[in-house]
């Protein structure tokens, strides 16, 4: 609520992967990538979160629940607009009304939760409660996705600036409430013939004189008709229907003057507080912490930081190329596998599955410059054909190569893809070329270490 988002998506990739969350995308190349972008940190964990989230998925869940929690309020809205409109006329059923136990029933209690309002939100330190604060009560949902949701809402409900989002909503709710009261006295007014009278047994007609002389100076100001002293003094225990005009006037203004104004200012005033507080990333977390130190040791170490990323795999480079996408050897089951692989705009190349497709493929590169993302299935054998195929691409594309080792999720489930991708690793490795692992795979190869960061942040 309080982030943006932007924001929010980076929260909720966080949440997700502390607790082992598989991703559509591999998070570790995305990191190792962006670790040359120019741009701010904070940018640029912005940047890596929508990268992982590349089927916009988690994106589309946030959306969702912004859509039902502006459901729920637009529902409460209407509701209390609806309540506050019925309570008023069945409130105005009688012809012969005492104006202060109108004006009473109308605005007795919103002026009293006003002042509270006003009073909780000078008191320092204190944090906003009720069904906003506990996302758990309109988040429903067990799945893995959604609790994590619940979390990242219930810590913006929690955070000191949540007190102004709390009040901008409260004051639009009983902003609704009193438009219903306004137009149920105006449509009343208008059809039907009312007398007012008033009662005290304690005030003197001298007192309600000077009270209701304070009480119309603000609407007789803005051009509301109110009754004077004699018309005061006539409707004391009996109905005046020559004032009753100017005395439905006051109702009105009245209304206007002490319910809907003063709302509105405190909803004005909510909603700028909101937006200057608005939410940042709290990279004070372990968890950003770690990230961004993976991408600051480069700048200490260079030299030792790419000698270590040698030893495993060679290190990810993105160039400035444009970038193609092809299978080798046979098509794959998902015909969109190359779609926002490390964030890029891939051009889909098609198969390279025959001798007449290789040889076109190889004449493409060498006239132009291209980036080449390479999809092999993880789980055949890097048998000498396709290697030596994947020499003659690696060396005809000028703007490098990487290969993305494809596999399906019973494959992944099984286990069985641990053999031959130890013998892809050797294989590129040897020809120093950059690959991607399958991204369910290497996610729940890493499951004991989002573990532990769970448990640290």
């Not at 005492?98 to 320092?124: A, H």
Request: proline share 5%; aromatic share 8%; hydrophobic share 50%.
């Amino acid at each position: 609520m309080i982030l943006n988002p932007q924001q929010q998506l980076a929260e909720l990739v966080r949440l997700l992967q502390t607790r082992g969350h598989v991703f559509v995308a591999d998070p570790q190349p995305i990191t190792e990538v962006l670790r040359h972008d120019p741009t701010p940190v904070a940018e640029r964990l912005l940047k890596r979160a929508e990268l992982i989230d590349s089927d916009r998925a988690l994106h589309r869940r946030l959306q969702r629940t912004q859509a039902y929690w502006r459901l729920l309020l637009l529902a409460a809205s209407v509701l209390l607009f609806a309540a506050g409109f019925s309570a008023t006329m069945a409130l105005m059923a009688a012809e012969n009304i005492n104006f202060f136990y109108v004006l009473m029933s109308v605005l007795g209690l919103n002026t009293l939760m006003l002042l509270l309002w006003l009073l909780l939100t000078l008191m320092p330190g204190r944090l906003p409660g009720g069904v906003a604060a506990n996302p758990a009560l309109w988040l429903r949902g067990r799945d893995a996705v959604t609790q994590a949701v619940v979390h990242l809402y219930a810590d913006n409900a929690h955070s000191p600036a949540m007190r102004w989002y709390a009040g901008k909503t409260s004051h639009r709710l009983w902003l609704c409430s009193l438009g219903g009261i306004w137009l149920a006295l105006w449509l009343m007014l208008l059809v039907r013939q009312y007398s007012f009278n008033w009662e005290s047994t304690l005030l003197s007609s001298d007192s309600l004189v000077a009270l209701v002389a304070a009480l119309a100076w603000l609407p007789e100001k803005l051009g509301f008709a109110v009754p004077d002293a004699q018309a005061v003094i006539h409707s004391r225990s009996a109905a005046d229907g020559a004032a009753a005009k100017l005395w439905g006037s006051l109702l009105v203004g009245s209304v206007l003057c002490y319910g809907l104004l003063p709302r509105g200012l405190a909803w004005l005033l909510c909603a700028l507080m909101a937006r200057r507080q608005s939410g940042r990333l709290p990279l004070e977390k372990p968890y950003y912490q770690h990230i961004i130190q993976q991408w600051q040791h480069k700048v200490v170490d260079a030299d030792r930081v790419a000698e270590a990323a040698a030893v495993a795999a060679p290190p990810l480079r993105l160039s400035e190329a444009p970038k193609w996408a092809v299978l080798l050897d046979a098509p794959w089951v998902d015909e969109y596998w190359y779609r926002n692989v490390l964030g890029q705009d891939w051009l889909n190349k098609g198969v390279a599955d025959e001798r007449s497709a290789q040889a076109a493929l190889l004449a493409d590169l060498n006239a132009h410059a291209a980036q080449l993302l390479l999809g092999v299935r993880a789980a055949s054998v890097p048998d000498r054909g396709v290697l030596r195929q994947l020499d003659a691409l690696a060396q005809a594309a000028q703007g490098g190569v990487v290969v993305q080792l494809l596999a399906d999720s019973a494959q992944t489930r099984s286990g069985s893809l641990n053999d031959t991708l130890a013998q892809w690793h050797a294989a590129l490795q040897a020809r120093q070329i950059a690959w991607l692992d399958p991204a369910a795979h290497a996610q729940q190869q890493r499951l004991p270490e989002n573990t532990v960061a769970e448990s640290q942040s």
